[in-house]
Structures are given as C-alpha cells and as structure tokens.
Nanobody, 122 residues
Framework: QVQLVESGGGLVQTGGSLSLTCAAS????????MGWFRHNPGKKREFVAAIAWTAGSTFYADSVKGRFTVSRDSAKNTVYLHLSSLKPEDTASYYC???????????????WGQGTQVTVSS
C-alpha cells in the first residue's frame, strides 16, 4: 500500500514563501510522475504542478508559473513544492498525488495524500 503524506502548510502573508513536502512510502512504490493540486471550498480543484520522476521535467499551471517550484528527491521518495510571491488567491488545501494514468494535469492519479492547508493573508 502506498501512502502520501503532505506537510509544511501554514499561514503566510501576501508576498511570502512556503515550502511543502510530500513523502511517499510503500515497498513497491515506483512513481513515474508526481503532481500537486489544490482545492479551495467554493472553487474547482486545480492542477498546480507536476514532475516526471526520472527525467525531472516539470509542468506548471499558468497561475503559478514563475512563482512555484516543484522538485523531487528520488532517494527519499519525496516531492517538494516551493511557493513564493504568494497571493491570497493561493489559499487552498494542497494535495500531492502519484502516478497519473493520463496527463499529469488531469485528476486521474493512482494515489493521493490527505492535503495540507496553505492560507495567505492579505
């Protein structure tokens, strides 16, 4: 069984930065890609970023491009999301996911974490 555990969320002021971590565990875990998504009640769930595990290629939503950075540590089965120049509209629960079945920006992933809350105050 694969488990994804996010951490690092919190309260930050507009313009501030935050780093999120997603640690994956499971004996047979062999990701080919991992992604980050976010959801704010009253809004649609939204793709944020993704990374191809072997090549390290990265993908970003237009809304976060240039402000967020996704990276991974293969040895630790961990993916990171560094958020900078944060805006109030970035407030959401952030979820990591592993192994997309189709496109990395789709919601069709094999595994999901429980989420970590990021709140940006104005």
């Amino acid at each position: 069984q694969v488990q994804l555990v996010e951490s690092g969320g919190g309260l930050v002021q507009t313009g501030g930065s935050l780093s999120l971590t997603c640690a994956a565990s499971g004996q047979t875990f062999r990701p080919h890609a991992m992604g980050w998504f976010r959801h704010n009640p009253g809004k649609k769930r939204e793709f944020v970023a993704a990374i191809a595990w072997t090549a390290g290629s990265t993908f970003y939503a237009d809304s976060v491009k240039g402000r967020f950075t996704v990276s991974r540590d293969s040895a630790k089965n961990t993916v990171y999301l560094h958020l900078s120049s944060l805006k109030p509209e970035d407030t959401a629960s952030y979820y990591c996911a592993a192994n997309p079945r189709t496109a990395v920006e789709s919601f069709d992933y094999d595994y999901w974490g429980q989420g970590t809350q990021v709140t940006v105050s104005s």
